[in-house]
């Protein structure tokens, strides 16, 4: 049998077939890419072993990922307006993400600013704490 006849065109002898190349797309250096206008920006909060456990049973009871539901109890307790205690913050090796937008994070940032702290990451965490605190009726707060 003669392997130049093979229908496999992978096992022919010859190949007389031009290979095909995908075109380079040009980039122009010096110009920066455009970003979104939703881009959102992340922030790590810490939790104990006990506050994510009870953050991750009330994110399941809401069918909402951690990340969605950290970002809904910050953003929630901002619109409250509610009054939240200063609680201990301290990096855990325990982190949950609260994606904001550009809106919400300036809003962040004047509580940061109210509260004297110089860290957004604080400024969250106290929030988020208030509000896990409020929803699981561990404190009431006024």
């Known amino acids: ?10 096992f022919r002898q010859n190949q007389n077939t031009t290979s095909y190349s995908r075109p380079v797309p040009t980039v122009k ?6 970003t979104r206008k939703d881009k959102k920006k992340d922030i790590k909060i810490p939790l104990t072993a ?5 953050f991750r049973r009330l994110a399941y009871e809401r069918g909402m990922s ?3 539901f950290a970002a809904f ?3 929630k307790g901002m619109d409250y307006n509610l009054e939240f ?4 913050y301290y990096n855990a090796s325990n982190t949950v993400h609260a ?8 809003q962040l940032f004047s509580y940061s600013l109210m509260w004297n702290y110089k860290s957004m ?3 969250a965490h106290r929030i988020l704490i208030g509000m896990l605190e409020f929803l699981s009726n561990e404190v009431k707060i006024k």
């Open 29 to 34: 250096k010096g110009t920066k890419r455009k």
């Open 121 to 123: 990451r604080k400024t």
């Open 50 to 54: 006990n506050q994510e456990r009870t």
């Open 85 to 88: 205690e200063e609680v201990n």
């Open 66 to 68: 951690c990340t969605s």
């Open 73 to 75: 109890l910050v953003i």
């Open 1 to 10: 049998m003669n392997h130049s006849s093979n229908l496999n065109p992978m």
């Open 99 to 106: 994606k904001l937008s550009k809106e919400q994070h300036e």
